[in-house]
Structures are given as structure tokens and as C-alpha cells.
């Protein structure tokens, strides 16, 4: 029986999406919820499964080609038979790789090779190590033709290329590589931009001693992992510091629609995470009613899902208010950009050990400076340092995360 092979329904949210990538060719056997193709909206990547064994008959949407929600992407063939196609396919590359295994060409050179049915064991290398060179390539080309006459007969065997998805560039050492933007780092790139042109942003920092979270943490961690099974870091710490400065600052927590300003009743903490493809914001809900526990579980399930690309879009739509780490990856000061239409945006960064005056006294302390950028539009600079010292405050004071003081 013959099917359609269909991009999911999309979201109201997402207009469309385009065709990633196919794990599948013409004529492969396919098993039943089995990947077949990959598609990227602007938030997340949709995966298109098997919906029994079969084979695919016919791609109708290439890599690369928009599509829109529920549009026909092939066509799938239950219960069919493979052909002998596939198995062609792979051994002919098997049987081009054995003559030129000792052969290193460089991506240009090989580029140019495939065009004029070149054999790379034919070419004269001049490059480092053996390397096949571009202007090696170009010096055959113009040698006499009985010396290239035999390398001619490979020439029909070469199949048909696809368009590429990237495009390198071989100057002899100076390789350039120019790879299309990706849908997600493009809607990044955009609502980046935006978020600069359209609020009235403004940063103001201030700087947290860690050594209390430091020695609870320590104190507490066996018996922590014991009792929950993960790991007691300093995200929930902060998650849940945050959460109780937003219900002191509405303000922080509200959003901006046109002329109307939105104050959100409850406490929805997006938590930056970096993947491959860009950076994504999943959602904790309801944060004020999440022990510690739970948003380490939660943040953990995240960012494991989110470097698979497994997120679900509604997992991260919506949020009140966003903190991002940069310094897992060293930062040791940075200035957030917002996360429209959200009024704030709290920046984490690396704990370092600085010398501080303490009751008179220079001690040296793990110190972390903390930013937070927010839409002048909505809340002024008290209301914004105000904020940050709060949150300050109950970080070198956890017994004020429990008390609620």
C-alpha cells in the first residue's frame, strides 16, 4: 500500500520549516518507527518516522526546500520490497576509495577531479605529505592529451552530484568554508537585532560571595544525590533565588504587548542552553512550587534533550523571565540581550577567587559578578538594582531561601 510521507502539523507559532535532512535514498527498506527525515523550524527539529516496514518510493521535498505544515515530503511504499539500488551506490564509492586510499587530495582538488573524471593516482602531488593539490589538478589538465587519455575511462562511473550544502575553498593552506545559516540561527540572529532596536535596554551588574551555595553544596551533596539521584548544583539556587525576587518586582517578571504592559501571576524561568545548532530556552513552569530537586531534574532533562534536538516547541514558548550561564564556558563578565517580549534577562558568570574587604580584613572569596539587562520601557533602574540585590542577598544567605525573608 502506498502512502504520503507528510511534514508534522506545525504550531501557530511556526509558519514553516525546511527539509533538513533525509536518512533515507529511493529504494532503501525502511522499519517501522525507523527516522527517515529531519525537518528545522525556527524553534526545534521535527523528526518524521515510519509509520510501518516499507520502502521509500520517492523524495518530493530535497534538503534544503521550505515546506509547509502537513505537506507531502515522499512517497512510502508498506510492506514493499528494496531494490538493488542502494547496494549499487555503496559499492561503488567502496570501490573508488580502495584506488585512492593513498592518495590525500584537498577538497578543492578533489572538487575539480570529480568534474574532469580525473583518477588521483594518476596526478602528480606536489602538496605537503603527498597532498594532491588544486593547481596539481590544473597542471594535468593541461599536460598532453595521451598522457591524460587514461584517465578518461573512470569518467562515466562518477554519479550525479546534489547540490551542495556547503561550498570550501582551497587557496593552497588558506581554507575557507561557507556553510548556509541554519533556520534556528537565523531566527536567533533576528530576534537578537530586534531586541536591541526595539527596547530601551539597559545592564547593571553586581557581584554574589558563592562560598555560602559553595560549603552547603559540599556539605550536602552525598546525601543530596542519595535522596534525589542528581546532582545538587548552583542553577537551582539561582533558579529559585530569582523566582522569589519576581514576586517582590512584578515588574521584572511582566512582559510588554504594543501599549500594554502585562504583569504574569506566576513565576515561568527560561534557562538558556547551548547546542550545536544555536541557543534554545526551555521553560520551567510554575518555578515557585519546584523544590530543588525538581529543577535540577528538569534543567538536566533539558539539556540533554536540547543537544539531541528532542525538545518539544512548547517546551519553549512562553517563559516570564530568562537566566543565562556563560560561565560554564569561562565568561567572566557579559551583558545579556532580552528575550523578547520579556522585560528582563539575569546573566550568570564564572566564580573566580578576588580579594575583598571583609570587616576591615582582605579576604580572598569565590566571587561571581552577575548582570541583569532589562527594558527601561518597563522598569526603572531601582526597581532593576533592587532586584539584583535581592537575589544577591539570598544567595550568600540560603537560610532566606527557606524562610522567605
Known amino acids: 500500500m502506498t502512502s504520503e510521507i507528510k511534514t508534522p502539523t506545525f504550531p501557530e507559532?511556526?509558519?514553516?520549516?525546511?527539509?533538513?535532512t533525509w536518512y533515507k535514498k529511493p529504494g532503501e527498506a525502511i522499519s517501522r518507527d525507523e527516522l527517515i527525515v529531519d525537518i528545522e523550524t525556527?524553534?526545534?527539529?521535527?523528526?518524521?518516522?515510519?509509520?510501518?516496514?516499507?520502502?521509500?518510493?520517492?523524495?518530493?521535498?530535497?534538503?534544503?526546500?521550505?515546506?509547509?505544515?502537513?505537506?507531502?515530503?515522499?512517497?512510502?511504499?508498506e510492506g514493499g520490497v528494496a531494490t538493488a539500488a542502494p547496494a549499487a551506490e555503496e559499492t561503488a564509492p567502496a570501490a573508488a576509495s580502495e584506488s585512492s586510499e593513498e592518495v590525500i587530495m584537498?577538497?578543492?582538488?578533489?572538487?575539480?577531479?570529480?568534474?574532469?573524471?580525473i583518477s588521483a593516482n594518476d596526478v602528480a602531488a606536489t602538496g605537503k605529505d603527498g597532498r594532491v593539490t588544486k593547481e596539481d589538478i590544473l597542471n594535468h589538465l593541461k599536460a598532453p592529451k595521451a598522457e591524460a587519455a587514461?584517465?578518461?575511462?573512470?569518467?562515466?562511473?562518477?554519479?550525479?552530484?546534489?547540490?551542495?550544502?556547503?561550498?570550501?575553498?582551497?587557496?593552497?593552506?588558506?581554507?575557507?568554508?561557507?556553510?548556509?545559516?541554519?533556520?534556528?540561527?537565523?531566527?536567533?540572529?533576528?530576534?537578537?537585532?530586534?531586541?536591541?532596536?526595539?527596547?530601551?535596554?539597559?545592564?547593571?551588574?553586581?557581584?554574589?560571595?558563592?562560598?555560602?551555595?559553595?560549603?552547603?553544596?559540599?556539605?550536602?551533596?552525598?546525601?543530596?544525590v542519595k535522596a534525589h539521584g542528581v546532582k545538587l548544583g548552583f542553577m537551582s539556587f539561582f533558579v529559585k533565588a530569582a523566582t522569589e525576587a519576581l514576586k517582590k518586582f512584578p515588574a521584572v517578571n511582566a512582559s510588554i504587548d504594543g501599549n500594554d504592559m502585562i504583569y504574569h501571576g506566576y513565576q515561568d524561568v527560561g534557562v538558556a542552553v547551548s547546542t550545536e545548532r544555536g541557543l534554545v530556552v526551555p521553560i520551567l513552569r510554575d518555578t515557585?512550587?519546584?523544590?530543588?530537586?525538581?529543577?535540577?531534574?528538569?534543567?538536566?532533562?533539558?539539556?540533554?534533550?536540547a543537544r539531541d534536538g528532542k525538545l518539544g516547541i512548547d517546551e519553549m514558548q512562553g517563559g516570564t523571565f530568562t537566566i543565562s550561564n556563560g560561565g560554564t564556558f569561562g565568561s567572566l563578565l557579559s551583558t545579556p540581550i532580552l528575550n523578547p517580549p520579556q522585560t528582563a534577562i539575569m546573566g550568570m558568570h564564572k566564580i573566580q577567587d578576588r580579594p575583598m574587604a571583609v570587616d576591615g580584613e582582605v579576604v580572598i572569596l569565590p566571587m561571581m559578578y552577575l548582570a541583569l539587562s532589562y527594558d527601561h520601557r518597563m522598569i526603572d533602574g531601582k526597581e532593576a538594582v533592587q532586584f539584583l540585590v535581592a537575589i544577591k542577598d539570598m544567595l550568600e544567605d540560603p537560610a532566606r531561601l527557606l524562610l522567605d525573608i
Open 13 to 20: 507559532s511556526v509558519a514553516d520549516g525546511t527539509v533538513a
Open 42 to 77: 525556527d524553534k526545534v527539529v521535527l523528526e518524521v518516522v515510519a509509520s510501518g516496514d516499507g520502502v521509500l518510493k520517492e523524495i518530493i521535498k530535497g534538503e534544503g526546500e521550505v515546506v509547509l505544515s502537513a505537506e507531502v515530503l515522499g512517497i512510502f511504499e
Open 106 to 117: 584537498s577538497p578543492a582538488a578533489r572538487k575539480l577531479a570529480e568534474e574532469n573524471g
Open 150 to 224: 587514461p584517465a578518461a575511462a573512470p569518467a562515466p562511473s562518477a554519479p550525479k552530484a546534489a547540490a551542495p550544502s556547503s561550498v570550501t575553498f582551497d587557496a593552497g593552506d588558506r581554507i575557507e568554508k561557507r556553510v548556509p545559516m541554519t533556520r534556528l540561527r537565523s531566527t536567533i540572529a533576528k530576534r537578537l537585532v530586534s531586541a536591541q532596536q526595539n527596547a530601551a535596554m539597559l545592564t547593571t551588574y553586581n557581584e554574589v560571595n558563592m562560598k555560602p551555595i559553595m560549603e552547603l553544596r559540599k556539605k550536602y551533596q552525598d546525601r543530596f
Open 288 to 305: 515557585d512550587s519546584m523544590g530543588l530537586a525538581e529543577v535540577e531534574s528538569t534543567i538536566g532533562d533539558f539539556g540533554a534533550r
